[in-house]
Structure formats: structure tokens, C-alpha cells
């Protein structure tokens, strides 16, 4: 496939977090109209910044890696010579990058990328418009792509970038049962529930299972070490609600890290109450439970598996009852254990290799402007450290890259402000939040 040079395809991908870092290099590799591509990984420099346990858990490698601010990105865009670039954030990274790129005006900009990391089941308007203005929004299912274009039309705004694909990590060895092996997996989220009673209780039910079924192995999977941070928030870390549960843990049941499909790899029941691990579980073709115990609500995201026959509770998983998928519902999420699933790239990288082609790509023209958002886009566009233009603030232009000594104690300073973060995100604000409830 001929792209703008005779060489490897020049992909920059920009990621906020491990799990979105790990969504942006894969899609990279999937959607580049070539067999040889060269990775370049920018880390956006803030809370959720991966750490190298994160990046190695992932195993997701680049052929060059850096942590930047946004104007750093920028300049490197600028500098680079990208022929493809990926955008892997939140909402509103996203649209202050396309804003951010657009006031480059560079004589041959590179093709922008951006899309989703999981389920889809809060802020779609929202998220969805501070996407617009990329080449290519790419949707997991024909059920996302269906919901993002009548979005985007719903406004007036051009819905063409909107790409059916999947998502890039589904895949590993279809389900097979092993003599003697009879193993569940809990895949926590660090944001959902988000509240002490409600995480306790999860855990307490799945130690309880645990206890009912000694001859079960149970796993209590974690995205995050106690510190760390991932895509969002987690103030109240399940390990240390561990440590604080009555009676102890029972010996068959253990708290386990590592790379997801892995773990998969020996799972012979995956519960969750809304985890995209749900979804490479299903495809799979592992048995998966949709926890309904504390509510089907949108606030947990479970709502989003309404249809799907995943929904259960504990009282009947105790029993020994086991879900079964609805097939017209996994058809729609493109969740599937066929050749389908290779195939469902095939449009979204013959789209980029149509852009590739192009002689004067047309300028990026998000559906935000000063002019449609007057009162939100220039907000958002600060607190990103631009100019209602896009161009960066005084004193935000992108510097010459520190190196030696200098590096060292930078980073070392940049560490030590991480960790009083998080001190304040797990320890000060959950009191503070208790001290208001009185």
C-alpha cells in the first residue's frame, strides 16, 4: 500500500494513561496501511502518567518513547514529519490537540486518529463532540458507530470520520476448559463502584464465594498497585480494603496484577460489574457474568449490557449459575471468535491509506470553535495551556530536551510531586469528604 514516502509508516501516538497507551499503540499497528511501521510513544505528562511497571504490564514496546506536556507534543508534530497520529486521551486532550494542531498550519499534516478505549456508556454527546475535527473516530461496534454518527448529525456537524473497527486488544486462544481447573476472576475497576460500603461489599461477597467453593481458585484482578493510577481515579484501593476485612482471606483466593489476556488465559468464569475485560473475556468465548447486585444503573455502567444475558448476582453465581451471551447482542458489539474480528480493521486502514494519499489534506475543523462554544472551548483549551487559537500560552512553547544531572533531579522532583498527589487523592480527600458528611 503506497503511503506519502517509501518508507516506514511514521505513527506518533499520544497516551494519558497505561490502559489508553496500550488501546493507541495496538490501533497503530492495526490501521497502518503497511506492514512496517515505526512507533513513536509520547506520554502526556499528569496523574495518570504510566509508571515502567505499567508500561511493562501492558507489553505494548515503541520504537522511541518520551513523556511531554501538550506544547511538547505539538512541537514534536511539528518537527517529526508524522504520517499518522493517534490520539489516545480524554475528551478534552483530544480536542486540545486538534485545536493545538490546526494552529500549526503545517505545509503536510499527518492523518489524525482518535477513538475509545472500552464500552461506551457515559458523556457520549459530550466525549464524542471534543473528538470531532479528527480524520478518522474510530468505533469499537456497528452498535458505537450507529450512536456516534447520530450524534455528530444531531448537531449538523460532518459525520464521515466516523470508522467501524473494534477494539484492538480483543484476541487470544478461544475458551477450553481444563480437567481440575476451575478458577474466577473478578475484574476490578478502580472508579466503579466508586463509594467504601460498595466496593466492601463486592469484595466481601467474592471472599465469601470463595469460602463457599474451596476448591475454586478465586482471582481478585487489579488494574493498579496503591500509587499508581490508570484511566480514572481510585481513592479507595481494593487492596487496602483487603487488609481491613474481617476474618481474613481465605487460601484460595488471591489479589493478582499482570497483563489481562494472561490472566484470561486460565479463567474459567470472568465477573465483573462493567469492565471491558467483559468484552475480551466474551470473546473468547469464557463464561461471563454482568454483576447486578448493586443496581443496573448508568452511573456503573452495566446498563450497557442490557440485552446481552450477562446480568446475574452473586446469590445466583453462588449457586452455580452460569450466563449465557445473547448471540444478535454480541453481533452488535463486534464481539466475535471468528475471522470476522481480523477483518474488521479492513475499513478503517483503507480510510487512512485514502488520507494518506491526498495532496492537501484539508485543514482540521473540530465542531468547537471560539465562534460555537464561546463560553466552554476557550476554558477547555486553557486549562491545556493554548490560546482560544489553538497557538500555545506565554511561557508553554515547547524546550530544548533536558539531559545529564538535570534530567535526573527533574525527574526526580516530578516523582516526588506525583506521589504527594496521590497521597492526597487515597488519603486527604476521602477524610476530607467524610468531615463534610458529618
Same mark, same amino acid.
Given at each position: 500500500?503506497?503511503?506519502?514516502?517509501?518508507?516506514?509508516?511514521?505513527?506518533?501516538?499520544?497516551?494519558?494513561?497505561?490502559?489508553?497507551?496500550?488501546?493507541?499503540?495496538?490501533?497503530?499497528?492495526?490501521?497502518?496501511?503497511?506492514?512496517?511501521? @515505526?512507533?513513536? %510513544?509520547?506520554?502526556?505528562?499528569?496523574?495518570?502518567?504510566?509508571?515502567?511497571?505499567?508500561?511493562?504490564?501492558?507489553?505494548?514496546?515503541?520504537?522511541?518513547?518520551?513523556?511531554?506536556?501538550?506544547?511538547?507534543?505539538?512541537?514534536?508534530?511539528?518537527?517529526?514529519?508524522?504520517?499518522?497520529?493517534?490520539?489516545?486521551?480524554?475528551?478534552?486532550?483530544?480536542?486540545?490537540?486538534?485545536?493545538?494542531?490546526?494552529?500549526?498550519?503545517?505545509?503536510?499534516?499527518?492523518?489524525?486518529? /482518535?477513538?475509545?478505549?472500552?464500552?461506551?456508556?457515559?458523556?457520549?454527546?459530550?466525549?464524542?463532540?471534543?473528538?470531532?475535527?479528527?480524520?478518522?473516530?474510530?468505533?469499537?461496534?456497528?452498535?458505537?458507530? @450507529?450512536?456516534?454518527?447520530?450524534?455528530?448529525?444531531?448537531?449538523?456537524?460532518?459525520?464521515?470520520?466516523?470508522?467501524?473497527?473494534?477494539?484492538?486488544?480483543?484476541?487470544?486462544?478461544?475458551?477450553?476448559?481444563?480437567?481440575?481447573?476451575?478458577?474466577?476472576?473478578?475484574?476490578?475497576?478502580?472508579?466503579?463502584?466508586?463509594?467504601?460500603?460498595?466496593?466492601?461489599?463486592?469484595?466481601?461477597?467474592?471472599?465469601?464465594?470463595?469460602?463457599?467453593?474451596?476448591?475454586?481458585?478465586?482471582?481478585?484482578?487489579?488494574?493498579?498497585?496503591?500509587?499508581?493510577?490508570?484511566?480514572?481515579?481510585?481513592?479507595?484501593?481494593?487492596?487496602?480494603?483487603?487488609?481491613?476485612?474481617?476474618?481474613?482471606?481465605?487460601?484460595?483466593?488471591?489479589?493478582?496484577?499482570?497483563?489481562? %489476556? @494472561?490472566?484470561?488465559?486460565?479463567?474459567?468464569?470472568?465477573? /465483573?460489574?462493567?469492565?471491558?475485560?467483559?468484552?475480551?473475556?466474551?470473546?473468547?468465548?469464557?463464561?461471563?457474568?454482568?454483576?447486578?447486585?448493586?443496581?443496573?444503573?448508568?452511573?456503573?455502567?452495566?446498563?450497557?449490557?442490557?440485552?446481552?444475558?450477562?446480568?446475574?448476582?452473586?446469590?445466583?453465581?453462588?449457586?452455580?449459575?452460569?450466563?449465557?451471551?445473547?448471540?444478535?447482542?454480541?453481533?452488535?458489539?463486534?464481539?466475535?471468535?471468528?475471522?470476522?474480528?481480523?477483518?474488521?480493521?479492513?475499513?478503517?486502514? +483503507?480510510?487512512?491509506?485514502?488520507?494518506?494519499?491526498?495532496? @492537501?489534506?484539508?485543514?482540521? +475543523?473540530?465542531?468547537?470553535?471560539?465562534?460555537?462554544?464561546?463560553?466552554?472551548?476557550?476554558?477547555?483549551?486553557?486549562?491545556?495551556?493554548?490560546?482560544?487559537?489553538?497557538?500555545?500560552?506565554?511561557?508553554?512553547?515547547?524546550?530544548?530536551?533536558?539531559?545529564?544531572?538535570?534530567?535526573?533531579?527533574?525527574?526526580?522532583?516530578?516523582?516526588?510531586?506525583?506521589?504527594?498527589?496521590?497521597?492526597?487523592?487515597?488519603?486527604?480527600?476521602?477524610?476530607?469528604?467524610?468531615?463534610?458528611?458529618?
Amino acid at each position: 500500500m503506497p503511503t506519502r514516502n517509501s518508507e516506514a509508516v511514521r505513527v506518533a501516538v499520544l497516551a494519558d494513561s497505561d490502559t489508553r497507551w496500550k488501546w493507541g499503540a495496538l490501533t497503530a499497528r492495526r490501521i497502518a496501511p503497511s506492514t512496517s511501521v @515505526e512507533l513513536n %510513544g509520547f506520554l502526556l505528562r499528569g496523574r495518570a502518567t504510566p509508571t515502567p511497571r505499567q508500561l511493562a504490564e501492558v507489553g505494548v514496546r515503541a520504537d522511541a518513547m518520551r513523556e511531554v506536556t501538550g506544547s511538547e507534543f505539538l512541537g514534536a508534530v511539528e518537527e517529526g514529519s508524522y504520517d499518522i497520529v493517534v490520539l489516545a486521551l480524554v475528551g478534552g486532550g483530544v480536542q486540545a490537540v486538534l485545536h493545538g494542531l490546526a494552529a500549526l498550519r503545517l505545509p503536510r499534516r499527518p492523518v489524525v486518529v /482518535t477513538g475509545y478505549v472500552g464500552v461506551v456508556y457515559e458523556k457520549l454527546a459530550d466525549g464524542l463532540l471534543l473528538r470531532h475535527g479528527a480524520d478518522v473516530v474510530l468505533a469499537n461496534s456497528r452498535h458505537d458507530a @450507529e450512536r456516534f454518527r447520530a450524534v455528530y448529525e444531531g448537531v449538523g456537524a460532518d459525520a464521515s470520520a466516523v470508522t467501524e473497527a473494534a477494539l484492538p486488544f480483543l484476541g487470544g486462544d478461544p475458551y477450553r476448559p481444563e480437567e481440575g481447573r476451575d478458577t474466577v476472576v473478578f475484574a476490578a475497576q478502580p472508579s466503579v463502584p466508586d463509594s467504601r460500603a460498595d466496593r466492601t461489599y463486592l469484595l466481601r461477597r467474592l471472599v465469601e464465594h470463595a469460602r463457599l467453593h474451596p476448591g475454586r481458585e478465586v482471582l481478585l484482578k487489579l488494574r493498579s498497585k496503591p500509587g499508581e493510577h490508570t484511566t480514572h481515579l481510585e481513592e479507595l484501593p481494593y487492596q487496602k480494603l483487603a487488609e481491613r476485612l474481617p476474618g481474613g482471606l481465605p487460601p484460595n483466593f488471591r489479589l493478582v496484577y499482570g497483563n489481562m %489476556g @494472561e490472566v484470561l488465559d486460565r479463567t474459567d468464569l470472568l465477573v /465483573t460489574v462493567s469492565s471491558t475485560a467483559a468484552l475480551e473475556s466474551l470473546h473468547r468465548r469464557i463464561p461471563t457474568a454482568i454483576l447486578s447486585d448493586l443496581g443496573v444503573r448508568e452511573v456503573l455502567g452495566n446498563h450497557h449490557f442490557l440485552g446481552s444475558g450477562l446480568l446475574t448476582s452473586f446469590d445466583q453465581l453462588d449457586g452455580g449459575h452460569r450466563p449465557v451471551p445473547d448471540a444478535a447482542w454480541l453481533a452488535r458489539q463486534g464481539v466475535a471468535a471468528d475471522g470476522s474480528y481480523e477483518s474488521a480493521f479492513d475499513s478503517a486502514r +483503507a480510510r487512512v491509506a485514502e488520507l494518506l494519499l491526498v495532496p @492537501e489534506p484539508a485543514p482540521i +475543523a473540530p465542531y468547537y470553535t471560539p465562534s460555537t462554544a464561546p463560553g466552554y472551548l476557550p476554558k477547555l483549551l486553557a486549562r491545556h495551556h493554548l490560546a482560544p487559537d489553538g497557538t500555545p500560552l506565554a511561557g508553554t512553547a515547547p524546550k530544548a530536551e533536558v539531559t545529564g544531572l538535570r534530567r535526573v533531579v527533574r525527574d526526580a522532583v516530578r516523582e516526588v510531586a506525583r506521589g504527594a498527589y496521590r497521597h492526597g487523592v487515597q488519603r486527604v480527600a476521602p477524610v476530607i469528604r467524610r468531615m463534610g458528611e458529618l
